[in-house]
């Protein structure tokens, strides 16, 4: 059987007379339209879509939805770069974690550099440097992975069913990681 993906129903009142109902669908991009323009019969269909299937709340929630107050929000992978420019991280909880490590690592790596003195060369600085880019990157590939795996579980079934990792171990991945190991390793053969 497909999966069915997320369906959200969120209070945005203190006594919950309004609430914001929130699906994800996958949806072809159609470069001749913008998303704005979708039409509301449109969007009113992919909030029904499945609904048959889910319990009587999802039914009756998706059953008047007033035309005026239905929006769509693109939702976009953030694609790997080779190099990134900015702290900038994918979107979701990972953004508080890598930003911390970018600084507090990048600190640490610079503040251990500083102390060698005279013998701290441009090639020693531009060696760790690379190798602190490269554990970045791994670090947001993880991020990424993460919200793709999440991704998977709140979308309905495609034709082809991905494989579904362990959460578990992907959170104990990213949570785990020591960064003073992770000092030493930006600055070995330095």
């Known amino acids: 059987m497909p999966r069915l993906g997320g369906f959200v129903v969120a209070p945005q009142t203190h006594n919950g007379d309004e609430v914001m109902i929130t699906v994800q669908r996958p949806v072809?991009?159609?470069p001749e339209t913008r998303w704005a323009d979708t039409p509301k019969d449109h969007l009113r269909s992919l909030f029904r879509q499945n609904s048959e299937r889910f319990p009587s709340i999802v039914r009756n929630a998706v059953r008047d939805i007033p035309s005026d107050q239905l929006h769509i929000w693109p939702f976009y992978q953030v694609p790997r770069l080779e190099r990134w420019t900015s702290a900038k991280t994918p979107g979701g909880f990972g953004r508080v974690t890598v930003a911390f490590e970018d600084v507090y690592?990048?600190?640490?790596?610079?503040?251990?550099?500083l102390a060698l003195g005279d013998s701290a060369t441009n090639e020693k600085l531009q060696r760790a440097l690379y190798q602190w880019q490269s554990f970045r990157q791994a670090r947001v590939d993880q991020v990424l992975e993460i919200n793709r795996q999440m991704d998977l579980r709140r979308m309905p079934g495609?034709?082809?069913?991905?494989?579904?990792?362990?959460?578990?171990?992907?959170?104990?991945?990213?949570?785990?990681?020591?960064?003073?190991?992770?000092?030493?390793?930006?600055?070995?053969?330095?």
């Open 158 to 190: 495609v034709e082809k069913e991905e494989e579904l990792k362990d959460m578990g171990v992907m959170y104990e991945r990213l949570f785990s990681v020591d960064l003073e190991k992770e000092v030493e390793g930006c600055l070995e053969g330095v």
């Open 28 to 30: 072809r991009e159609n």
């Open 105 to 113: 690592l990048f600190g640490r790596v610079l503040g251990r550099l």
